[in-house]
Nanobody
């Protein structure tokens, strides 16, 4: 069964760039037709969908975050990465990576404070 694991800093200073990596095992990020997705949950709020990189390498980011978000991948490492720039305290959240097709397969999540 595919497994996803987020990694990155637990604390990012305001105005800096948050970089999170999702390492995928027991499955390839180039396999048709999955979307490799980033989602976050701020404290006391619901899930917020950030964006994805598809099996093809194409990306899509929520328009509200497009100007400061980049999602990329390293197929040699079977990893995909979230870069979120100009962070503010409002970016404090638990960040999840997930595989999506008909349903979601989630990583365990990682807390990021800003």
């Amino acid at each position: 069964q595919v497994q996803l694991q987020e990694s990155g800093p637990g604390l990012v200073k305001p105005s800096q760039t948050l970089v999170l990596t999702c390492s995928v095992s027991n499955g390839s990020i180039t396999t048709d037709y999955y979307h490799w997705t980033w989602i976050r949950q701020p404290p006391g709020k619901g899930l917020e969908w950030i964006g994805y990189i598809a099996y093809s390498g194409s990306t899509y980011v929520d328009p509200r975050l497009t100007s400061r978000t980049r999602i990329s991948r390293d197929t040699s490492k079977n990893q995909f990465t979230l870069q979120l720039g100009s962070v503010t305290p409002e970016d404090t959240a638990v960040y999840y990576c997930a595989r999506h097709n008909n349903d979601y397969m989630w990583g365990q999540g990682t807390q990021v404070n800003s």
